[in-house]
């Protein structure tokens, strides 16, 4: 999966196989999806779907550029760790913790999810 940050960085994923991951390749089938994100608790950039997915909860230990789904309807981006029931999408390809709090910043970001060519 390919992620655009606002600002021009680029970057890919890698998905987990679950029910989770099959459903958000669905929705990109039909075009990118392009998600306002907004930090939160200064680990991570979390922002609506718009739509709900179905979940896979698992309590786990987040790291820098894994993708996450929550409650559902919400993608998260982490850039720190954080321990939680949550549904894994993936992870950000070769990134660093540094890289991918520069790419996302302080404030408010808009990310955009599409299918690899």
Do not use: C, H
């Not at 698992?58 to 929550?70: A, P, V």
């Amino acid at each position: 999966m390919n992620i655009k940050i606002s600002g021009g960085r680029e970057f890919t994923a890698t998905l987990v196989k679950n029910s989770s991951t099959a459903a958000l390749l669905d929705m990109l089938k039909a075009g990118p999806v392009t998600i306002p994100m907004r930090d939160y608790g200064n680990m991570e950039k979390v922002g609506g779907l718009g739509k709900s997915l179905p979940t896979n909860d698992e309590r786990i230990t987040t790291k820098s550029g894994d993708l996450i789904l929550y409650q559902g309807n919400a993608l998260v981006i982490y850039y720190t760790p954080n321990t939680w029931n949550f549904t894994r999408l993936g992870t950000i390809n070769d990134v660093t913790q540094e890289e991918l709090k520069v790419a996302l910043g302080s404030g408010d970001v808009t990310v955009t999810l599409s299918l690899k060519d």
